[in-house]
């Protein structure tokens, strides 16, 4: 093992022991070389032997719970970092502001999620601010079991260095959208993203319920256009807007917008 090997067995052995032994290193292969998703999920693709459950249990059992109100800061931006955050639920989001006091979303978060995970494997500073977004209950995972549980597992800290990379690559994304898309797009872009991330299925009823403060950060716009823009979008037939809900009406064309 020390040599390279990625695994043994002990003589004397049978045929069947043997096949089975590959293929399990075979499944754990393939299953790393899959883009991983950032919550529990991807944990559960690392480890298969292990159900949501066990995991659930692993990561919160003994936790502290800590509840926060809408609007309420969970972390702030040039702080340390001392815990990983795991979303039991409720929504949060993660913002940095100018020096004007404008706020950009630069992160969704939603039950099943890890926040917080960049600075501690950074061993840096807090690079955004995160605000529950609604009434949200987070287990807090303190930074010594986080490194502990990194370092016994490298399948582990391989997940969430992919996690950390595509987070990035999102933000990277987001940015050159909203430094050159127009108005329609940012604002198609950003109902988009909010139905993919918290739509837990195909539901054709399903409504998204967000302040339009909040909506217009997403999409890096002033709320004023933003709510011109919806009205355009409403007219047009695009999405529907009951009691503050914003239902997609032609999601395909909204999609292509957006692209």
Do not use: W
């Not at 800590?66 to 639920?89: A, M, T």
């Not at 582990?156 to 430094?179: D, P, T």
């Amino acid at each position: 093992m020390e040599s390279g090997a990625d695994d043994y067995i002990t003589k004397p052995f049978s045929g069947v022991e043997l096949l089975t032994a590959i293929e399990s290193r075979l499944n754990k292969i393939d299953q790393l070389k899959k883009d991983f998703t950032g919550g529990l999920e991807g944990l559960q693709q690392i480890q298969k032997s292990k159900t949501g459950k066990d995991i659930i249990n692993e990561l919160t059992a003994d936790r502290n719970i800590n509840k926060f109100k809408k609007k309420q800061i969970i972390f702030s931006e040039g702080n340390r970092p001392s815990k990983l955050f795991y979303v039991l639920s409720g929504k949060v989001k993660t913002i940095k502001t100018n020096e004007d006091g404008k706020q950009l979303v630069v992160g969704l978060f939603k039950e099943g999620d890890f926040l917080g995970h960049t600075a501690l494997l950074q061993d840096c500073s807090y690079q955004e601010t995160a605000e529950a977004m609604e009434d949200t209950s987070l287990a807090i995972i303190p930074r010594e079991d986080f490194d502990s549980m990194i370092h016994d597992n490298p399948e582990i800290l391989k997940q969430f260095a992919r996690l950390m990379a595509k987070n990035i690559s999102e933000i990277e994304e987001h940015l050159l959208g909203l430094a050159y898309n127009s108005l329609r797009k940012k604002v198609a872009d950003a109902l988009i993203t909010l139905f993919r991330k918290y739509r837990k299925t195909e539901d054709p009823n399903f409504a998204i319920d967000i302040s339009r403060e909040n909506l217009a950060a997403v999409a890096g716009t002033a709320t004023e256009s933003l709510i011109r823009t919806l009205s355009d979008f409403k007219s047009e037939h695009l999405i529907d807007i009951k009691e503050g809900h914003i239902s997609l009406m032609n999601e395909k064309k909204l999609v292509s917008m957006a692209n």
